[in-house]
């Protein structure tokens, strides 16, 4: 579906002419099939962005994000939910079932991603949602309740025709999952034996809703920075998590004590020590330049790595290298985070704009224009053998 504020512009566009891209690498994949490799994009925020106004253009001409994303090599579409984020319109079931709609007429795959929160979570806060704050300490009814909803969720979503092909059961759960009363409250001590059963109910809510669909979804659990996975993971299976397929991983160079030779160490041995299990970066995101349109603070700039000069190629660089290094390693996919957050006259809770503008693949002084570096899924890369 196209949104209405774009129509006018779309029916004009000049059509764009599709690139040459590796076969079996980054084209994108039929339902349910897995590519060689992920190369992905989280675009929850571009139906949003268009309703503000943003338009999105390659050589000038206005395009639908969601084609052009496909276009430029993208098989995968990252896309959250939260439960019930009274704050916003968006990232709500009816608003991720258009980036779904959108994302499969485009020919991508979709990754959904529950928050399992009415807010933000994040490595640092797990919040429950105000629906289930009372039972936040009665793991077997919280246990039963975020299974109902991730079943309920994704069978409505496959009545529709969308159910998605990968499933993460909680977003960067560093710390234990809807461990907070508000993202204000304090965290108390991890809780793993609460943590597993609530992983354990959501994975196994998504194998229950995949037994009934023609698309068994590929489930991933997903931790914030690589220092952090290889213990999370330990403990994980300590405890009996079980019954997962992928690894996430969450690499900013700004946030980690990593550079990226210590994420491609982290990918290595996690592959090795999990031979039953794929790893994906699956958020990841550089600065094209230092400079703000808006009044909304950039959250990505200095410290920058060294090398890697915050400009459309020093962000290409950081994207290709990364995912050459991810490849190496024997990682099977790569996601950039917000890429088409750009800026525009609405407001957030924080500022009027985008607080990723200047890590988008897009030049706000050029109408949204597409930047070379957000070609890197087309990047001639070095496959194993």
Excluded at 139 to 168: F, I, K
Excluded at 254 to 261: A, G, H, Q, R, Y
Excluded at 314 to 340: C, N, R, S, Y
């Amino acid at each position: 579906m196209i949104r209405p504020a774009l129509a006018a512009v779309l029916l004009a566009a000049t059509a764009l002419t599709a690139c040459a891209q590796t076969p079996d690498a980054s084209t994108a994949s039929p339902s349910g099939e897995i590519p060689r490799f992920y190369f992905g994009a989280d675009l929850s925020y571009v139906n949003e962005m268009e309703d503000c106004g943003a338009v999105y253009r390659v050589e000038g001409q206005p395009t639908d994000a969601f084609e052009l994303f496909s276009d430029i090599g993208t098989n995968l579409v990252r896309v959250r939910l939260w439960n019930d984020a009274e704050w916003t319109p968006y990232s709500y079931l009816a608003d991720v079932k258009e980036t779904i709609r959108r994302s499969r007429a485009a020919g991508m795959q979709v990754l959904l991603n529950f928050h399992y929160s009415d807010d933000w979570a994040d490595g640092d806060h797990q919040s429950v949602p105000a629906e289930w704050l009372a039972i936040k300490n009665d793991v077997p009814a919280l246990s039963q309740a975020l299974y109902d909803y991730t079943l309920a969720t994704l069978r409505e979503l496959d009545a529709e025709g969308l159910m998605p092909e990968m499933v993460q059961v909680g977003n960067e759960t560093n710390v234990e999952l809807m461990a907070q009363d508000t993202r204000e409250s304090p965290m108390p001590p991890f809780n793993w034996t609460r943590n597993a059963a609530l992983l354990n109910a959501g994975i196994r809510a998504v194998r229950d809703a995949g037994a009934e669909s023609a698309i068994k979804p590929r489930i991933m659990l997903h931790v914030a920075q690589p220092e952090n996975v290889e213990p999370w993971f330990e403990k994980a299976e300590e405890y009996g998590v079980t019954g997962y397929d992928l690894i996430g991983i969450s690499f900013y160079h700004k946030w980690s004590t990593m550079d990226l030779d210590g994420l491609q160490g982290v990918v290595g041995r996690v592959v090795r020590a999990y031979p039953d299990r794929d790893v994906i970066v699956v958020e990841t995101a550089y600065p094209f330049t230092l400079e703000g349109a808006d009044e909304a603070g950039n959250l990505l700039g200095e410290p920058l790595l060294p090398g890697y000069p915050a400009t459309p190629d020093g962000q290409m660089k950081f994207l290709t290298d990364l995912t050459q290094m991810t490849i190496d390693a024997g990682g099977v996919g790569v996601v950039t985070w917000e890429p088409a957050w750009v800026s525009t006259g609405c407001k957030t809770r924080w500022a009027t704009g985008s607080n990723w503008e200047n890590a988008t693949h897009f030049d706000w002084t050029r109408g949204n224009e597409l930047i070379p570096s957000g070609r890197w899924a087309q990047h001639d890369y070095r496959w194993p053998e």
